[in-house]
């Protein structure tokens, strides 16, 4: 059974950091690229970075430069961190497991972050 559980999220005043985890299970990790979306209240799902099962990263336009994706194959896990947060940061944070081989896709339960002003 696959599973990816995110943690690392929470309440954080605007300029802080927060580092969200994502562990995944039932896989072979490495050769899934893993991605993290964010979902705000009210809004579409939106992509924020990716990690390809190569260790290439990419990210939105509204978080170069203040996010950072990484990822340990030895732990199955896939790290965001997150600095110089801004208020519109603010929404549930998904971690996705991507074999593009196959197109098997798995998705994670979200964690919550709260950019206060």
């Known amino acids: 059974q696959v599973q990816l559980v995110e943690s690392g999220g929470g309440l954080v005043q605007a300029g802080g950091s927060l580092t969200l985890s994502c562990v995944a299970s039932?896989?072979?990790?490495?050769?899934?690229?893993m991605n993290w979306y964010r979902q705000a209240p009210g809004k579409q799902r939106e992509l924020v970075a990716v990690?390809?099962?190569?260790?290439?990263?990419t990210y939105a336009d509204s978080v170069k430069g203040r996010f950072t994706i990484a990822r340990d194959n030895a732990k199955n896990t896939v790290y965001l961190q997150m600095n110089s947060l801004k208020p519109e940061d603010t929404g549930v944070y998904f971690c996705?497991?991507?074999?593009?081989?196959?197109?098997?896709?798995?998705w994670g339960q979200g964690t919550q972050v709260t950019v206060s002003s």
């Open positions: 996705k497991a991507v074999r593009t081989l196959n197109n098997n896709n798995y």
């Open positions: 039932g896989i072979i990790f490495s050769l899934y690229n």
């Open positions: 990690t390809t099962n190569g260790g290439a990263a």
